[in-house]
């Protein structure tokens, strides 16, 4: 069964950049889309990007100036940097292979706060 | 790239059905059948509860069915649990290379 693991920063100053990390395991890796969603406390969940099998990316157009995710098909990773970070930008951040599938990351609290 | 349109609450006594719609336009929902459906209970990760507009993942209980009319879709609980009480979010390709969430429905169970 595919699982995923997350981890990075829990506490990010205002300005600086966010850098989170998904472990994927027990599946495969490759021919997947793998995405990244957030949720403000209290609020809805918000679809930040996706990257394909081929490795291109696709961003929400409200991030794309400041955002950045990758794969690092050697470690079965991928990742997410969300740059010039505000308090706005605090939510829980979860990784998850896909929308159209049952596997998400159990999520990280982020909180920007100098 | 707009949101797309949920009720923010519905309701509903034990047994009973409920139907939770999620509005867009012919760019997102109506124009493709890549429309999900997640279940998110307090503290919790979201879990998908249909895909594909009417796809159930594996485990998911029959009880939970999905549809779509023109820019609509639909997720409708039959039978009513207690344990269904949660949020509700959709969401849709819009062909952009891109998804947009609903603002999620908040289901009581009376």
């Known amino acids: 069964q595919v699982q995923l693991q997350q981890w990075g920063a829990g506490l990010v100053r205002p300005s600086e950049t966010l850098s989170l990390t998904c472990a994927v395991s027990?599946?495969?890796?490759?021919?997947?889309?793998w995405t990244w969603i957030r949720q403000p406390p209290g609020k809805g969940l918000e679809w930040m990007g996706e990257v394909n099998p081929s490795g291109a990316s696709n961003y929400n157009p409200s991030l794309k100036s400041r955002v950045t995710m990758s794969l690092d098909t050697s470690k079965n990773h991928f990742s997410l940097k969300l740059s010039s970070m505000t308090a706005a930008d605090t939510a829980v951040y979860y990784c998850?292979?896909?929308?159209?599938?049952?596997?998400w990351g159990p999520g990280t609290l982020v909180v920007v706060s100098s | 790239q707009s949101a797309l349109t949920q009720p923010s609450s519905v309701s509903g006594s034990p047994g009973q059905s409920i139907t939770v719609s999620c509005t867009g336009t012919s760019s997102d929902v109506g124009g493709y059948n890549f429309v999900s459906w997640f279940q998110q209970h307090p503290g919790e990760a979201p879990k998908l509860i249909i895909s594909?507009?009417?796809k159930r993942p594996s485990g998911i209980s029959n009880r939970f069915s999905g549809s779509k009319s023109d820019n609509t879709a639909s997720l409708t609980i039959s039978g009513l649990q207690a344990e269904d009480e949660a949020d509700y979010f959709c969401c849709s390709y819009t062909g952009s290379n891109t998804w947009v969430f609903g603002g999620g429905t908040k289901l009581t169970v009376l």
């Open positions: 998850a292979r896909g929308l159209r599938g049952p596997t």
């Open positions: 027990g599946g495969t890796f490759s021919g997947y889309f």
């Open positions: 594909d507009v009417t």
